[in-house]
């Protein structure tokens, strides 16, 4: 039989967990980032920096303060835009003064819906210039290259499925154009029995 004592130890180290903490940095690692895992923890640990993602392309910076602002003061959005359009393509930053106000969002703001859209945040080791745009080939973010489901709010199809598609338009175009010369003999009129004149029971 486990002692009260032993449970209560278990409660308190970290290898015993009821509930997972929801202020918890995912395990997604950018691979674009520099420093070493340590100093990535190190950063983590501190950061004031939110990723935010699987936004809709409608979604604006000012409906962004509005939500985010409830777990604390905001220092600034950085709007997620694709490299060639410069148009929003559904992700972005958002830096709070202190690093408990970012913990706070972790808890309150993640997994809640944004334009009828579940928004996802994790804890950012820093924003720097350039990532504001999207890494895809299309421009815009990676996870929407190969997307094969219609969705209205990230701009329809994924890139590759809306070259598929354009492909499929233009192949039934110039296998189904419309007729534009009348095969000979089409122009002779064909009367109906219910038309006038000519008919079977003229």
């Not at 209560?8 to 180290?13: A, I, M, P, V």
């Not at 070493?36 to 604006?60: E, P």
């Not at 709070?96 to 970012?102: G, I, L, N, Q």
Request: hydrophobic fraction near 25%; include cysteine.
């Amino acid at each position: 039989m486990v002692s009260t004592t032993e449970i209560e130890r278990g409660l308190l180290s970290d290898n015993f967990t009821i509930v997972p903490r929801l202020d918890q940095p995912s395990t997604y690692k950018d691979h674009q980032y520099q420093g070493s895992n340590v100093q990535r923890n190190d950063d983590l640990a501190r950061t004031t920096t939110l990723y935010v993602g699987n936004l809709s392309f409608y979604t604006t910076e000012e409906q962004m303060y509005e939500v985010f602002s409830k777990a604390g003061e905001i220092k600034r959005i950085i709007m997620g835009l694709s490299r060639h359009t410069k148009t929003p393509c559904g992700f972005c930053f958002v830096e709070y003064y202190t690093h408990e106000d970012a913990l706070n969002c972790m808890k309150y703001v993640n997994g809640t819906k944004l334009d009828d859209r579940i928004i996802r945040t994790d804890l950012d080791p820093g924003f720097k210039e350039g990532r504001q745009f999207g890494r895809g080939r299309s421009g815009g973010q990676v996870r929407d290259e190969y997307r094969q489901e219609y969705d209205e709010g990230r701009g329809g199809w994924g890139h590759m499925r809306a070259k598929q598609e354009e492909e499929r338009r233009v192949q039934q175009e110039e296998n189904y154009e419309a007729i534009s010369t009348v095969p000979a003999g089409a122009e002779l009129q064909i009367n109906s029995r219910l038309g006038d004149g000519g008919g079977y029971g003229a």
